[in-house]
T-cell receptor
Framework: KQEVTQIPAALSVPEGENLVLNCSFT??????LQWFRQDPGKGLTSLLL?????REQTSGRLNASLDKSSGRSTLYIAASQPGDSATYLC????????FGAGTRLTVKP | EPEVTQTPSHQVTQMGQEVILRCVPI?????FYWYRQILGQKVEFLVS????????KSEIFDDQFSVERPDGSNFTLKIRSTKLEDSAMYFC???????????FGEGSRLTVL
């Protein structure tokens, strides 16, 4: 059974910092990996989708990498802003999407 | 931009009552999912649905749960006899192709008293 782990569980940084969120998974036979953002009491917003054949994807200040063989992905956020404050979830798809517990990010002005 | 819509946004029910949560997936999507998130906990997979049948289900999705696509647009989750521990946010999601991007609705908050 796929297990998805995210570290750290929480992170607080001053505005402007670059930061890295980590995701690891136990079964490397995946279709893809997707990063989501969740604001309190809200649904999940897709940020980046990386197919199993890809190594990275970029969208604006976000860059996600995938190392399938080692079961790891990172989400890099450049020049963080207070509006980036949210919980970031990693989800891995092998027949169904399994989620990590998330990293709760706070960016202080 | 196309989106997944869910109703109701919040439902309060008494233990033992039946509940139906409704979802309208993105119109050209073929794969449909239900997830739940108990307050403060992980998003958990419940069930996936493709070609008018369940393709995968988790251990959470027991005989009290059922899904249906009654027409070309709606996708429903029924809980037959709700328990206190069914209180959670229920999310519907859909994908266009098997390896595509998963889009979520805003969720239906279920409170069982």
């Amino acid at each position: 059974k796929q297990e998805v782990t995210q570290i750290p569980a929480a992170l607080s940084v001053p505005e402007g910092e670059n930061l890295v969120l980590n995701c690891s998974f136990t079964d490397s036979a995946i279709y893809n990996l997707q990063w989501f953002r969740q604001d309190p009491g809200k649904g999940l917003t897709s940020l980046l989708l990386i197919q199993s054949s890809q190594r990275e994807q970029t969208s604006g200040r976000l860059n996600a990498s995938l190392d399938k063989s080692s079961g790891r992905s990172t989400l890099y956020i450049a020049a963080s802003q207070p509006g980036d404050s949210a919980t970031y979830l990693c989800a891995v798809d092998n027949n169904d999407m399994r989620f990590g517990a998330g990293t709760r990010l706070t960016v202080k002005p | 931009e196309p989106e997944v819509t869910q109703t109701p946004s919040h439902q309060v029910t008494q233990m033992g009552q039946e509940v139906i949560l409704r979802c309208v997936p993105i119109s050209n999507h073929l794969y449909f999912y239900w997830y739940r998130q108990i307050l403060g906990q992980k998003v958990e997979f419940l069930v996936s649905f493709y070609n008018n049948e369940i393709s995968e289900k988790s251990e959470i999705f027991d005989d009290q749960f059922s899904v249906e696509r009654p027409d070309g647009s709606n996708f429903t989750l029924k809980i037959r006899s709700t328990k206190l521990e069914d209180s959670a946010m229920y999310f519907c999601a859909s994908i266009g192709t098997r390896d595509g991007e998963l889009f979520f609705g805003e969720g239906s908050r279920l409170t069982v008293l």
